[in-house]
């Protein structure tokens, strides 16, 4: 098992960045494939971005590709989500996920660890 603890979210005006964290517990990190995902108030959680074990691969939303940058660091149990020229559109509850099984990975019911989230504010 592993839990998953995000930081990093604000409050940002149009066009600025933030770079979320995702840390985990456990000596297992490295096998899990990793998501991120985001949920606006009133909205199905959405996924943004996913990366291999190795971090060799990723894949993104088409809303974010170009913009956002998702990596890990095995060593430091930890997976990183960059976030540039950001719109008020990505507002929303941010949480980072992994997947026991690798299987399709844009589907959050896909999943089986959960973090609490981080709120992602971006103003116009």
């Known amino acids: 098992q592993v839990q998953l603890v995000e930081s990093g979210g604000g409050w940002v005006q149009a066009g600025g960045s933030l770079r979320l964290s995702c840390a985990a517990s456990g000596r297992t990190f490295s096998s899990y494939p990793m998501g991120w995902f985001r949920q606006a108030p009133g909205k199905e959680r959405e996924f943004v971005a996913q990366?291999?074990?190795?971090?060799?691969?990723?894949y993104y939303a088409d809303s974010v590709k170009g913009r956002f940058t998702i990596s890990r660091d095995n060593a430091k149990n930890t997976v990183y989500l960059q976030m540039n020229s950001l719109k008020p559109v990505d507002t929303a509850v941010y949480y980072c996920?992994?997947?026991?099984?690798?299987?399709?990975?844009?589907?959050?019911?896909?999943?089986?660890?959960w973090g609490q989230g981080t709120q992602v504010t971006v103003s116009s």
């Open positions: 996920a992994a997947q026991k099984v690798i299987s399709d990975v844009t589907d959050y019911r896909k999943y089986d660890y």
């Open positions: 990366v291999s074990r190795t971090g060799g691969s990723s």
